[in-house]
């Protein structure tokens, strides 16, 4: 049993498919769940520190500086996962534009 080459393998609809379904199941579908969540969780954090802050007598205590430093800890989360996993999917995603571009100016 023999295995396709990239050009052979990037033919066949399957292929294509295939390394579509994980750019959305690996990369688009986990940034989308994350920024969203994340969005939601410093929403929740500025809303009870305002909160807090209108209930608290004493000014001086700034009761959202521990918040924002955990707004800014999922922000960077969810930008580390963006930075780590975009070069695999761009290449994969890049690759099969280019490798279409050229067997397109083959065959024509």
């Not at 410093?42 to 700034?62: G, P």
Request: with cysteine; net charge positive; aromatic share 16%.
């Amino acid at each position: 049993m023999s295995f396709p080459s990239y050009e052979e393998y990037i033919d066949i609809p399957f292929g294509l498919w295939y390394d579509r379904s994980l750019f959305i199941l690996q990369y688009a579908l986990p940034l989308i769940i994350l920024t969203l969540t994340f969005t939601r969780i410093a929403y929740v954090l500025r809303e009870s520190s305002k909160a807090q802050l209108l209930r608290s007598t004493n000014r001086s205590i700034d009761p959202g500086k521990a918040k924002r430093k955990v707004i800014k800890m999922v922000a960077l989360m969810v930008g580390v996962f963006m930075i780590c996993w975009f070069p695999y999917h761009g290449y994969h995603t890049f690759s099969e534009i280019f490798n279409m571009e050229v067997s397109q100016r083959r065959r024509g």
